[in-house]
Nanobody, 126 residues
Framework: QVQLVESGGGLAQTGGSLRLSCAASGRTFSSYDMGWFRQAPGKEREFVAGIARSGASTLYAESVKGRFSISRDNAKNTVFLQMNSLKPEDTAVYYC???WGVGTAVAVHQSSYPYWGQGTQVTVSS
């Protein structure tokens, strides 16, 4: 089992940057594939980015491709989401999620992720 705690959210201007971090507990972090999801007010939670347990494979939603970058440091049990060129439509609560990795493809459906953090608010002003 793994516990997740996000940090790094806040207020940014359009075109600005933020870096989210997700710290995981446990000694088997490198066995978990990790994902970032977000939920805007009145909308369903959606996949943003995912990274395989080795870090070799990543996947992005089309809406953030080229602007966001996911990475991980298995030695520090942490996954990151670097968000550049932020837009007002990126405003949402961002969640870190994890699942025990199997296969090579990173999951995009939230139902595949049994472990979730509490979320961190990101607000982008226009």
């Amino acid at each position: 089992q793994v516990q997740l705690v996000e940090s790094g959210g806040g207020l940014a201007q359009t075109g600005g940057s933020l870096r989210l971090s997700c710290a995981a507990s446990g000694r088997t972090f490198s066995s978990y594939d990790m994902g970032w999801f977000r939920q805007a007010p009145g909308k369903e939670r959606e996949f943003v980015a995912g990274i395989a347990r080795s870090g070799a494979s990543t996947l992005y939603a089309e809406s953030v491709k080229g602007r966001f970058s996911i990475s991980r440091d298995n030695a520090k049990n942490t996954v990151f989401l670097q968000m550049n060129s932020l837009k007002p439509e990126d405003t949402a609560v961002y969640y870190c999620a994890a699942y025990w990795g199997v296969g090579t493809a990173v999951a995009v459906h939230q139902s595949s992720y049994p472990y979730w953090g509490q979320g961190t608010q990101v607000t982008v002003s226009s």
